[in-house]
């Protein structure tokens, strides 16, 4: 059974440290997406990818945050550095867009990020 | 985007069917109607989606207005595990999707 796969699953960390979440899409998929929900916001897309390449991240800040895809299999979002703020889950999201074919979302279990 | 308005909650008995309406008055022609529901504690998964024409699959039914300004989103027989929030969402391609709040479904037993 095919998933998307997130790690880590939980991460602490302090104000000012670097955090960084991967993802690892599910094979075949040429589309990557970074979301980050809270309460106050609901569910949000920071970036998303195809075929590596990033085609929209208008949703993330970009002084802090990156998102990187160094191979077909791994996509990375770093926090660089962490505010409390940024506490929130962060989901990850697969899918593949082709010519007449819908690009169903099949999204990872999510990173629960608390900034203290 | 265009929006969609939701009610925030709703609740539905064990084994009964479910309607879960969705108003989005202002769709575009291009706007395919998609929904999505997340678990607790997990991510959001796909539901159903259509255009124009009602839809069905092994999760649900969508029921899609003549003039599209509404839609339904139809759980048969609801069970416990159909607790979540189902969300609503508008877009011309399945890629920028815009989850909103969604409406809460509780299950009763």
């Known amino acids: 059974d095919a998933r998307v796969t997130q790690t880590p699953r939980h991460k602490v960390t302090e104000m000012g440290q670097e955090v960084t979440m991967r993802c690892q899409p599910i094979l075949g998929h040429n589309t990557v997406f970074w979301y980050r929900q809270t309460m106050m916001q609901g569910l949000e897309l920071l970036a998303y990818f195809r075929n590596r390449a990033p085609l929209d991240d208008s949703g993330m800040p970009k002084d802090r945050f990156s998102a990187e895809m160094p191979d077909a299999t791994l996509a990375t979002l770093k926090i660089q550095p962490s505010e409390p703020r940024d506490s929130a889950v962060y989901f990850c999201?697969?899918?593949?867009?082709?010519?007449?074919?819908?690009?169903?979302?099949?999204f990872g279990p999510g990173t629960r990020l608390t900034v203290l | 985007d265009a929006k969609t308005t939701q009610p925030n909650s709703m609740e539905s008995n064990e084994e009964e069917p479910v309607h879960l309406p969705c108003n989005h008055s202002?769709?575009?022609?291009?706007?395919?109607i998609h929904w999505y529901r997340q678990l607790p504690s997990q991510g959001p998964e796909y539901v159903i989606h259509g255009l124009t024409s009602n839809v069905n699959n092994r999760m649900a039914s969508l029921a899609i207005a003549e003039d599209r300004k509404s839609s339904t989103l139809i759980l048969h027989r609801a069970t416990l595990r159909d607790a979540a929030v189902y969300y609503c969402?508008?877009?011309?391609?399945?890629?920028?999707?815009?989850f909103g709040t969604g409406t809460r479904l509780t299950v009763i037993p």
């Open positions: 969402i508008l877009s011309a391609g399945a890629n920028n999707l815009f």
């Open positions: 999201a697969s899918g593949f867009y082709g010519l007449g074919a819908y690009n169903e979302q099949f």
């Open positions: 202002t769709i575009s022609g291009t706007d395919y």
